[in-house]
């Protein structure tokens, strides 16, 4: 009687089978990891398209590198097996081979260095901001302010599965997201009050450690509208896995009516009015 599959290999059959139903795009969806995912979620900024790229390049090398191996053991021991050359060669060493395999793989690495620094330049290359805020990692949970906004803060938190409406992901939804204009560079900076976190966003290509006692910082500018998820990224304690981030990217017209109500909240808008009132007293 033939054998059944095992579970495992039903599985990866069927995710290969989806995976060419549905084509790229259903491979890396926006903001979220997905079932079946087999490459990196959607590139949500340019320096995540950039890393992306740089990717691809590195896996098509390594294809070529594979394949051209996989030829030569082929080709060796069809050519060179006992049956075909009975008479097999004495020969230790030969210089040109030599000289052939030492210098094509500096060129191989040279040629890889070219957009690896251009990706680190670009990365550790500021722009001009249009936005700041600062995340301030806790266990198990972040704080974030808005210093150019009248410096108010909201703390975030995990969503319970309880708390949960349809549609929000589990472990990655929270009661307060971050939220920021599309197309705006948004600096970030980055810090801790007791334990090393880390402030990681795998579609904006962002990872940052926040390190308590120092001030750390990255940079955004995504390009797309949506909610885009990330988690901490160092081992901060017992709930390190819950302990997620969320940043809504929105329009400038729905960011800004989010800031006056958020600073209505806080007591700025009110504050700022009274201190005009005094002004115009005086």
């Known amino acids: 009687m033939p054998r059944r599959l095992p579970v495992w290999a039903k599985q990866t059959v069927l995710g290969a089978v989806l995976a060419v139903i549905h084509g790229g795009t259903a491979l890396a969806a926006e903001g979220q990891p997905h079932n079946w995912e087999v490459n990196f979620q959607d590139a949500a900024t340019p320096i995540a398209q950039l890393m992306h790229n740089f990717n691809n390049l590195l ?9 051209l191996v996989l030829a030569l053991i082929v080709w060796v021991a069809i050519r060179y097996n006992e049956k075909a050359n009975p008479k097999p060669s004495k020969t230790t060493h030969n210089t040109p081979l030599e000289i052939i395999w030492t210098v094509i793989p500096i060129l191989i690495l040279a040629f890889i ?18 936005l700041t805020i600062k995340a301030t990692g806790h266990q198990w949970y972040w704080t974030y302010n808005y210093p150019d906004y009248g410096n108010f803060s909201f703390d975030s938190f995990m969503l319970e599965d309880s708390e949960r409406k349809p549609g929000q992901p589990r472990l990655l939804s929270v009661d307060e997201e971050v939220v920021v204009p599309v197309g705006k560079v948004v600096n970030v900076l980055v810090t801790s009050t007791d334990v090393i976190h880390g402030w990681a966003v795998s579609s904006f290509g962002v990872k940052v450690d926040a390190v308590p006692g120092r001030v750390t910082r990255t940079w955004f ?9 990330g988690q901490c990224s160092q081992l901060c304690g017992a709930n390190h896995a819950f302990m997620p981030i969320a940043v809504r990217v929105v329009s400038e017209q729905d960011f800004a009516a989010w800031v006056k109500k958020q600073q209505e909240s806080a007591g700025i808008i009110r504050a700022k009015k009274i201190a005009a009132r005094e002004v115009h007293r005086d």
């Not at 896996?59 to 394949?67: E, F, H, P, Q």
């Not at 500018?221 to 998820?229: C, D, E, S």
């Open 59 to 67: 896996l098509a090398i390594m294809a070529a590198i594979v394949a």
């Open 113 to 130: 260095a070219v957009p690896s620094f251009r990706l680190l330049y670009a990365q550790y290359s500021f722009p001009k901001t249009d």
């Open 221 to 229: 500018k995504a390009l797309k509208p949506g909610v885009y998820y």
